[in-house]
């Protein structure tokens, strides 16, 4: 039965089955070789766009343009300044408003009832950039990569995230994971593994979907034959103020050559949805060696710039599946 995903929301994987994520997945591939051989054909003509960020963003914005013009649709780009959003007029009655403007509307901001009240009020498809909780077209991205670097199906790959077990991104990780079927690790400090109801969500969707769940505090257990390593950043936007917390908690977690080594595969692979502190060339990298004497912090230099690292495929790959996204719930 052929996959229909027309004027649907895409806020979070919870909402979407296997079959309906693998059609994504097929499609963004599609788009990418009509991109690669010059044939693209534009989906989106005179479509028009809102892309609301309320937090600063490089692959997300740039990843949503790039698709948004190469399918011939126009947009329009909010940010903290420039709108009444929140400030003189409600998520309510701005979703009311741009609905009304735009045929499709990209959230990034803080809180995830931001975008589902986006995604209820608007009457257009809503797409979710990035929130506390989720961030459903990264996660896409990295499946893609997967498809592209392991070439194992995704119900046969070991996937171990290593760091913070409570952001937005082990979050998404998690639930899409127990959705494709795999066998997901997520190695954190007992304090950071994921909330309880989120574990428990996850193992009962791989009650059907055969989904490997693992939730631990043992690196070298989590590891063990990993087809891939992924992290990300140990202090998200707007945390700052946790820096000398997490590094206490999280420095024995870092991704270095010996725990890439530990997996007993030589062919692993590493992620990271970027950006990523893994040297001092960043304003932040200067920070935290000028107070905390850190060169690196969730992934060394050396493991992101070795031949294990996908870090720019994966970033790549942010366009063609979000242009997928788009395509499907609002082409032509």
Same mark, same amino acid.
């Given at each position: ?13 919870k ?24 044939n ?8 028009n ?6 937090k ?10 790039v ?21 003189k ?37 809503v ?15 990295d ?10 199906p ?6 171990t ?17 127990? #959705?494709?079927?795999m066998?997901?690790?997520? @190695?954190?400090?007992k ?6 109801? $989120?574990? !428990? *969500? ?9 989904a490997?769940?693992t939730?631990t ?21 707007g ?7 997490r ?15 530990s997996?007993?595969n030589?062919k692993? #692979? ?6 990523? @502190? ?9 920070? $935290?060696y !000028? *107070? ?18 996908v ?22």
């Amino acid at each position: 039965m052929p996959v229909n995903l027309r004027n649907r929301n895409f806020i979070t994987l919870k909402d979407f089955s296997k079959k309906e994520i693998l059609y994504l997945l097929d499609l963004a591939n599609n788009l990418k070789k009509a991109k690669y051989t010059g044939n693209e054909q534009q989906k989106l003509k005179g479509k028009n766009i809102a892309l609301i960020f309320e937090k600063s963003s490089t692959r997300t914005r740039c990843a949503f343009e790039v698709a948004a013009y190469d399918q011939g649709a126009n947009i329009t780009y909010l940010g903290l300044v420039g709108s009444h959003m929140g400030k003189k007029e409600s998520m309510e009655d701005t979703a009311k408003v741009l609905g009304r403007y735009y045929d499709g509307i990209e959230f990034r901001g803080f809180k995830q009832e931001s975008v589902d009240i986006l995604g209820k009020y608007s009457g257009v498809p809503v797409w979710n950039g990035l929130t506390d909780k989720y961030h459903p077209t990264q996660v896409l991205a990295d499946f893609m990569t997967i498809q592209e670097k392991v070439k194992k199906p995704l119900e046969k790959v070991i996937f171990t995230y290593i760091g913070d077990g409570r952001n937005n991104m082990a979050n998404s990780l998690l639930i899409a994971g127990s #959705i494709m079927g795999m066998d997901v690790r997520i @190695i954190s400090p007992k304090s950071l593994l994921p909330e309880e109801n $989120l574990i !428990k *969500e996850a193992k009962q969707i791989a009650k059907e979907s055969g989904a490997r769940i693992t939730t631990t505090d043992d690196i070298n257990f989590g590891l063990k034959g990993a087809d891939v390593i992924y992290t990300d950043v140990w202090v998200s936007m707007g945390e700052e103020k946790y820096f000398a917390e997490r590094i206490k908690l999280l420095k024995d977690y870092q991704v270095d050559m010996e725990k890439v080594k530990s997996t007993g595969n030589p062919k692993v #692979i590493f992620m990271h949805c970027l950006p990523a @502190i893994h040297d001092g060339n960043t304003e932040i990298g200067k920070m $935290l060696y !000028k *107070e905390y004497g850190l060169k690196e912090m969730e992934v060394t230099d050396e493991v992101f710039r070795s031949k294990h690292s996908v870090v720019f495929d994966e970033a790549e790959n942010r366009m063609h599946t979000i242009k997928a996204v788009m395509v499907a719930t609002l082409g032509n």
